[in-house]
């Protein structure tokens, strides 16, 4: 049977109910807690910023589409006002 060892790398029990010895260094695994936290915190402010950043590139693009439009409008009325209207509307 090859699943017959399966508990075999499990700790001892310890007679008369006395705790365990660590089985890994906690202050290590804290420390690490500790330095995923700072990262998170990091991303965290990273993503911020980046999505600050986005929502102003979005305003000054509709602003630039708005500006453009504006431009385009005149142009055609001045023209139209100049008498210099399309030759394509006569066909």
Same mark, same amino acid.
């Given at each position: ?7 075999? &790398?499990? +700790?001892?029990?310890? +007679?008369?109910?006395?705790?365990? +010895? ?8 804290? !420390?690490?807690?500790? *330095? #995923? ?6 991303? &965290? !402010? !990273?993503?911020?910023? !980046?999505?600050?950043?986005?929502? *102003?590139?979005?305003?000054? *693009?509709?602003? #630039?589409?708005? #500006?453009?439009?504006?431009? &385009?409008? #005149? ?8 008498? *210099?209207? &399309? ?5």
């Amino acid at each position: 049977m090859r699943f017959r060892d399966h508990l075999a &790398d499990l +700790p001892k029990e310890i +007679p008369g109910g006395q705790k365990a +010895p660590e089985m890994y260094d906690k202050s290590k695994i804290l !420390k690490l807690e500790a *330095e #995923a936290q700072k990262l998170r915190e990091l991303i &965290d !402010k !990273k993503e911020d910023a !980046k999505r600050q950043k986005l929502r *102003e590139w979005d305003g000054l *693009e509709r602003e #630039a589409e708005t #500006a453009q439009l504006k431009v &385009d409008l #005149a142009e055609s009325s001045l023209r139209g006002l100049n008498g *210099e209207a &399309d030759v394509r509307d006569a066909f």
